[in-house]
């Protein structure tokens, strides 16, 4: 029975109300989507933005060994990034949902405010915290555990920790739900079978969330796959990922077909490995006692 | 001692995630225009200035007229889209739920890209509507969510009491739903809002040159000439998103606005 | 299947001993208190109202609970700062939270993969534990596709994988149906008594608690109200909370006029007063002890008007007005709504309660 007591009495009603949202996400989600991949098969032109033509030479350079490597770079980092969220994010969110309501909504509230941060103040931020002048370096010669300050950006640990941070609260906001609608009841029955806290979280928790698990770290994944501020501001060239060269070509050398394919790969890629994570998570369980 | 290490790690936890604000904070209050931490002296100069001086001001007006607008956009294509999956949950409209579930599932610079040709190929590149109608898409995803969460929260029985005692679905709607819903269309709304505000790769793609908000502006200037006063004004920003949570928090049942099950305790 | 003996040299469950265990939660305080001395190898009932304590109490015998103050002990063991997973208990809770992922046999194995036993024994004992509660060809089923009367011996099968000194059960029926509940009544004290294993079974359900313990603990607001066998519960109630609590009563208030008389409505009863009670009491007295006369009897009785009869057909249940009172009272049929009638209490049956 649908929520109004009428059985399939519906009329025009929901196709009214879906119009807007339809069109909406039809012409600004859909549409930039094709768009791209159109784009990506135009031709360059000096004078205009593109030419609209079928050609393949845009992806014959986005899958030149530059570009491949910054690829495998790009999906390197984004995978490192991830999983340090997870590690960090699922017992930081197992540890908050067990907490009195009111200590939760103080973290949660921390959580929350560091999501209105900008990327670009956070790599402005990082980039402070890590450079050599007055940066962590200096406490840690102060406290005599490093002989001299150092650089630590832009570097790839300055990338990491930067992406890290602007990806944990999407980890705790995506893994909150789940986690808090567990059975608490289904940790402490573990216990009293014998398993230590640590144990009980790696044999049950984990397990019985991995949908979750595996969904939000796809999520996590492409996010972070996806960023340009961090690794453009904190990474040295060697660490400069595909969104960056993405950017670079479509701004700056204004070659949008170029940038265009370049995102079809991106896209391609990151879909990938999400669907790896993903089947990873949602496949049937085998015995595992 | 196990409580010692959860509570350890937390702290932690929070710590890593307060430091870059500590930071901007030192920066924003120091007397000297350095970007230096900790701080040589204290001063309210960089507020000052960015109050008084346009070169800022006018940026983060901009963007916070892009935010309300973007927010409203947002929820305006989350809320009925939430209804009509929850009230009839045909086929079409799971179809689109689905679309408005992806959009931050994509790369954000794909997405950011991809605003970028569209306007160019509507001809519209550069204006400032852009920006905000991009944005309003983009950010669906998360009052999506929550507003979804909302009537997953009403009691259907509830509801199915109000039908049988002769309520039409417009007065159950305004009567019922609605109240239960409001805090959930707030939460997000403010989640729309604060991350428009702060987004940086839209932005710049979309009307980075022509309608320059304050993210394009602070990275701008960090490459060139730059001033404690974008630390100032992220601090600002920081302490304004902080005390709209806060509020959500204390009016309203923020576990329960993020996920959570109704407890008692 | 082989009954494993416990495990003391004695070859005797050992006695548990709570002492002086008070629990607080905030402001509210949980357990007041609480001393018992519980033999071992019995099945025990902690009854009372929600809210009274006793699955706090439980709780903090399984290790789940911190007390605030106080002490629990095993025998000679102190098990008061042992973590719950390193006290040997078998619990089985409310949700019977079978572990959604495994299925009923790698359940029931939990425990024994935990402690490091390998699959092919652990696997056997596990089938044995199916055997022993009735569910021996359940193995390779998700726990989902369970009934609740299965998932509720496949968690008790788990809890009792690993030979636990202490069987604890948190209201273990009450997800069940009213048939299937008094088969399971049935089924956990044949368990019991097969293994000979110290039982805690909480419940609010005080038939269920008459009809299953050796050992009822009455709870309520926090404390011990009385312990004893539930015979002795149901005749012998010490205070009004447990008079009030256990099956239907009549409490008359009532003074104490003499050394084996009290005075109710006016009218001089012989009752069993203890030595040393005195002035304003209570008499506690079942429907069933209660004579219905149709006419005044030759001994002391009460006068009054029946207001209502309840046939139930095993029984007739007539409500009695006496002055401002309405006594219950168990009687054969033929009685009539609006007939005068009199009440004797015998004094072997009333109780007379101080508090």
Known sequence: MTPDGASSRRGVGPNLLLAWPALALFVLFVGPLVVILAVSLFRRVQSAFFEPAVVLDNYARALEPF???RLWVTVAIASGAALVCLVIGLPFTYLLARLPRRRQVKYLVLVLASLSLSEVIVAFSWSLMLSRTSGASNALVWLGLLPS???????????LLALVFIALPLTVLTFYPPVSRLNPELVEAAATLGASPLRAFMTVVVPVLRRAVAGGLALVFIFV?????????????????LPVQITDQAILKSNLPLAAALAVVLLAAGAAVSIAILAFGLKRQRSEA | MRVWWRRAFMGLVALYLLLPIVVIAGVSLNAKKVLFFPPQGVSLRWYEEFFTSSDWSAPAVRSLIVAVLAGLIAVSIALPLAYAVWRWGTRWARAVMLLGLAPFALPPVVTALGALVLWIVLRSFGQPYSVVLSHGVFLVTLPLATITLGFA??????????????????????????????PYVLAGYIFAFVLSLNEYIIAYMTVGFTFETLPVKIFNSLRYGYSPVMAAISLLFFLVATAL???????GDLPRLLGAEARSD | MQRRPQATSEGSARALAVRGVSKAFGGTVALDDVNLELPGGKLICFLGPSGCGKTTLLRTIAGLETPSSGSVFLGDEDLTALPAHQRNIGMVFQSFALFPHLNVVENVAYGLRIRGVPKAERTARAQELLELVRLPDMGARGVSQLSGGQRQRVAMARALALDPSLFLLDEPLSALDAKLRSAMQVELRRLQRELGITTIIVTHDQEEALTMADLVVVMGAGRVQQVGAPLDIYRQPVNRFVADFIGTNNL????????????????????TVRPGAGGSVWLSIRPEDVVLHPQAPAGVALQGRVTFVRDLGRLVESYVRVGDMELTVVTGHGVREGAEVWLELPPGKAVVLTT
């Open chain 1, 67 to 69: 570009y491949l490597e």
């Open chain 1, 149 to 159: 300050p150092q650089a630590w950006s832009p570097g790839l640990a300055a990338v």
């Open chain 1, 225 to 241: 796959l996806g960023a340009y501020v961090i690794p453009q501001s904190l990474g040295r060239p060697a660490q400069w990922t």
């Open chain 2, 153 to 182: 929260s009403l009691n259907r029985e509830v509801v199915e009491a109000a039908v049988t005692m002769g309520a039409t679905p417009g007065t159950v709607a305004r009567t019922v739903v609605w109240p239960n819903l409001r």
């Open chain 2, 245 to 251: 949570f806060a509020v959500v928090g204390r009016v």
């Open chain 3, 252 to 271: 008359l208030p009532a003074t104490v006029t003499g050394p084996s008389e009290v005075s109710v409505l006016g009218v001089r009863l012989p009752a």
